[in-house]
């Protein structure tokens, strides 16, 4: 699936701009595509070296968006044509990210693109305010008030992220022999069933908490939470007690555990995740990301691993290094939406933009 965007203007016969609401570096990958597309001659996941755009941090050919893995597929074409409409917003395309955060990838599209790139407005981090007062204490949010400061790992794969069976089976184990408190919140059946459903003493049981491994959840009562349904991630991740985010990476997602200050574990499924994750975790330097030999999406994380980055995130000098550098990250974007801020002043610049506009109408 390619990055989705807004477009806005055309309607008015006026300036026409694209939101975009996914990372710089993702934007980059899309000017560039066509470029990608006459110089690799093999599918980009079959790429034996790395992929170098401008600004951006380097990445497998297997980290590009979902779109681009099967070159003969319409997904693929479909994805170049979207691609060409971003270059054609000649007035300019709101990115949801901040200077910054990216700010060798905008300076390279900025200064690199000879003219041929719209302006890029970095208006970000525009992120989802949770509800506040006491009648948003939802379960879990009374649960992580028990626990002791940065000691839990939260866990979401999103509002559509799914695992294997056998996935399913690893992750929980590995949460479990980290000894680490946890808060798993959207838990979903396997997506190799062929239904969300399951056979429990002859009968049909459509709970994904079926799913986990015999036992798990009464071993581990006193160590973490399970939820099948939504939590307010915006006021889990701000709370005291959350240590680290084992996220899918979704950009909103990112954004989110950048605001907050807490480190990731990049855990990519879908989409434009993988390139995130590379961004995050090579790039900014604020997540760690499970070792894989191959570029198979069906790969699965053993327990081992799992437990590995758990600890390293949560207890280890490199966790320590990520944990100072996302608080760095957490400073910049509260500033960059200040008065003075970079993001500010990128609208403020629009806003005059259309004022000027609005009179000449």
Not at 299 to 313: D, H
Request: with cysteine; hydrophobic share 35%.
């Amino acid at each position: 699936m390619a990055p989705e965007a807004l477009e806005f203007g055309k309607e008015l016969n006026v300036l026409s701009y694209i939101y975009f609401p996914c990372s710089t570096m993702v934007l980059s990958i899309c000017f560039h595509c066509q470029t990608l597309d006459e110089e690799v001659a093999c599918e980009y996941k079959d790429h034996p070296g790395l992929i170098h755009l401008p600004g951006c941090v380097p990445f497998r050919g297997c980290d590009l968006p979902d779109s681009m893995q099967d070159r003969g597929s319409l997904a693929y074409k479909f994805f170049l044509q979207r691609c060409q409409r971003y270059l054609n917003a000649n007035d300019g395309i709101l990115v949801n990210s901040f200077m910054e955060l990216e700010e060798e990838a905008t300076k390279a599209i900025t200064l690199h693109g000879n003219g041929d790139y719209p302006p890029v407005y970095s208006v970000g981090p525009i992120t989802q305010s949770g509800p506040s007062g006491s009648e948003s204490r939802c379960e879990c949010l009374l649960w992580l008030d028990k626990q002791q400061p940065s000691s839990v790992l939260y866990v979401s794969f999103g509002s559509g992220g799914t695992l294997s069976q056998e996935q399913i089976n690893e992750l929980a184990l590995g949460l479990e022999l980290s000894r680490k408190k946890f808060l798993w919140v959207n838990l979903r059946a396997p997506n190799d069933r062929a239904s969300a459903t399951y056979f429990s003493d002859g009968g049909l049981v459509d709970d994904p908490l079926h799913f986990l491994p015999l036992g798990f959840l009464e071993r581990t009562k006193g160590q973490g939470l399970v939820m099948c349904g939504w939590a307010p991630q915006m006021e889990v991740l701000g709370h005291r007690s959350i240590g680290a985010f084992l996220s899918h990476c979704g950009w909103n997602s990112a954004l989110e555990s950048v605001v907050h200050g807490v480190p990731m574990l990049a855990w990519p499924l879908f989409a434009e995740q993988r390139s995130n994750a590379a961004l995050v975790t090579d790039g900014l330097k604020v997540a760690l990301r499970p070792k894989m030999n191959t570029c198979k999406s069906n790969e699965v994380v053993k327990k081992e691993e799992i437990v590995k980055l758990i600890k390293g995130l949560m207890e280890g000098l490199e966790g320590e290094e990520i944990g100072r550098r996302v608080k760095e990250l957490k400073k910049l974007a509260k500033c960059a939406m200040m008065e003075e801020g970079s993001s500010t002043r990128a609208m403020s610049k629009l806003a005059h933009k259309w004022k000027r506009l609005g009179k000449s109408l």
